[in-house]
């Protein structure tokens, strides 16, 4: 889960508004992160939607160089810090591409009780962990848009049960 660090780190305080206003790139922590100025992510679990608005919460398409690995992902957080979501795929993001999912998790906390909490299967059974096809990438305004699917499993007692979760996203610079 190598974006687990960075959903709790990306909020929106008033530097980044600052530097998502400003009319160079966007980068918040290091080269090729960009917190996204508009736009919305969309994921779908069981018979649920939920949507981040780039707008009001805190969604990035992050780059992370670990040695010879190389990353790429998206990690959102919504304003309310009640709900997080990342995934990622080994390599390097370009437009048109279809890569197999390295990572993702989804965090929803409500008012009372304890947080649900949703992790990449780690079935052995399981050969497809998921897709994340990114149809564009860094072309004009636009910051990222494809689709994904993966699955994940809720954490808890019990015996596991594993859910696909398909989701769209859209994301500009500017």
């Known amino acids: 889960m190598l974006l687990s660090g960075v959903i709790v780190s990306c909020q929106k305080d008033q530097e980044i508004k600052d530097a998502a206003s400003d009319k160079s790139d966007t980068t918040f922590t290091a080269p090729d992160n960009y917190l996204a100025a508009k736009g919305t992510l969309k994921i779908t679990l ?15 398409f992050v780059n992370v160089h670990n040695g010879n690995n190389q990353y790429f992902g998206i990690t ?83 015996k596991p049960t594993t859910y696909k979760v398909k989701g769209t996203f859209s994301l500009r610079l500017k």
């Open 76 to 158: 959102a957080i919504n304003k309310a810090h009640n709900m997080s979501f990342g995934i990622s795929s080994s390599g390097y993001a370009l437009s048109n591409i279809n890569t197999n999912v390295a990572g993702s998790q989804f965090i929803l906390k409500p008012d009372k009780g304890d947080a649900d909490q949703y992790a990449l299967t780690d079935s052995a059974s399981a050969q497809d962990y998921g897709k994340i096809n990114l149809s564009a990438y860094k072309q004009d305004s636009v910051l990222a848009k494809g689709t994904f699917y993966t699955y994940l499993v809720k954490a808890g007692l019990g």
């Open 46 to 60: 069981q018979d649920s939607t939920y949507s981040f608005d780039a707008a009001t919460d805190s969604i990035a």
